[in-house]
């Protein structure tokens, strides 16, 4: 029987060290089970039944973010894993404060969700969509006349997009961790968050196409399920700059890399409020390319305390408030079977 292998792939902004990422993820993705009432499939991931990898490039993220700004840089006053050369990284102490915050709402659903922002402020949050708003209209556009206004846009979700450089880094760091597992026959399930989705959109492209991955499509092991959270993939302005986007008509879209897509999305979720990804992709399905495509709503509950302040900021678009959230934990469970 094929080894059962979870990877996950996180998204934008400054992150922790590589390994307490990855310790948290799995802990919202273990809770998230046990909210769902799936203990014996929480058991397997705990106890090691379930392979869990995490395909990093948080280093890459910390740097490019510092370098736009000394008030973020200023939050990095941890220290990333001896792999990464970028060594300033956020404390993970903030983020495990939070997910206990969180972790103590029985069930997340929109009553919950409500009173989270009844105790919680989610205004500065208007400012991080309002960036968003602007990134993906300037995508739009993108090209050799207007690079230089898509730079002054502070994102490594822009950066990604418009740097050869900077995308091939990242895509390597999910290549490393999926490539083997698909040529060793594995039973994956991969769930990407944010940027992680592009990030995975294009390395798939990449294996239908390029001719460097004709042992890839050889192979002719699919991921048995990509569970996208908070996803950008809907957005006019980021499928403009992904991979196929120059490509033919007939060259466009990943194709037999992966059999179901599940899309969650949150309620107020400033990044993915492009949702449905079974309408924006439509024509994969039409077309075979893959079995299923559907798209699940959920509220996430995600909150913390602001370092500064310490008054609570409820954020929709968190990786782990989606990991542990029970219904993004029930496409995890039955794949788990």
């Not at 990134?135 to 050869?164: E, H, M, R």
């Not at 929709?316 to 794949?335: E, N």
Request: with cysteine; proline share 3%; charged share 25%.
């Amino acid at each position: 029987m094929p080894a059962k292998h979870l990877i996950i792939v996180h998204g934008r902004d400054i992150k922790p060290a590589g390994s307490e990422l990855t310790a948290l993820a799995k802990k919202a993705v273990i809770r998230g089970l046990e909210r769902a009432g799936k203990n014996p499939a929480a058991d397997k991931v705990r106890q090691g039944g379930i392979k869990l990898s995490s395909a990093y490039y948080g280093d890459i993220n910390n740097e490019i973010e510092a370098g736009f700004s000394a008030k973020t840089r200023a939050l990095l006053t941890a220290t990333n894993d001896a792999a990464y050369a970028f060594k300033p990284c956020f404390p993970i102490a903030e983020l495990k404060d939070a997910f206990a915050k969180t972790d103590a709402i029985g069930t997340f659903n929109l009553a919950a969700y409500r009173r989270v922002l009844e105790i919680a402020d989610d205004w500065r949050f208007l400012d991080e969509a309002a960036d968003a708003a602007s990134l993906f209209g300037g995508l739009l556009t993108f090209g050799l006349l207007n690079t230089l206004v898509i730079d002054t846009i502070k994102s490594d979700l822009t950066a990604y997009l418009t740097s050869q450089v900077v995308g091939s880094q990242i895509r390597a760091r999910l290549q490393t961790v999926l490539e083997p597992s698909l040529l060793g026959g594995d039973d994956i399930c991969l769930i990407t968050h944010s940027l992680g989705c592009m990030v995975a959109y294009d390395v798939f492209w990449k294996y239908s196409f390029r001719s460097e991955y004709q042992h890839m499509r050889d192979a002719a092991n699919k991921v048995r399920l990509w569970l996208t959270m908070g996803c950008p993939l809907g957005e006019l302005g980021v499928q403009r700059n992904l991979l196929d986007a120059v490509a033919l008509e007939e060259e466009k879209y990943p194709r037999n890399q992966f059999l179901d897509w599940v899309n969650v999305y949150a309620e107020d979720d400033y990044i993915a409020h492009a949702e449905r990804m079974r309408i924006a992709f439509s024509k994969m399905r039409s077309k075979k390319y893959c079995r299923e495509i559907s798209d699940k709503k959920i509220h996430n509950c995600w909150h913390y305390a602001d370092a500064k302040k310490g008054n609570l900021v409820s954020n929709p678009h968190d990786l782990y408030g989606y990991l542990m959230h029970q219904d993004t934990a029930k496409f995890v469970a039955q794949w788990v079977g």
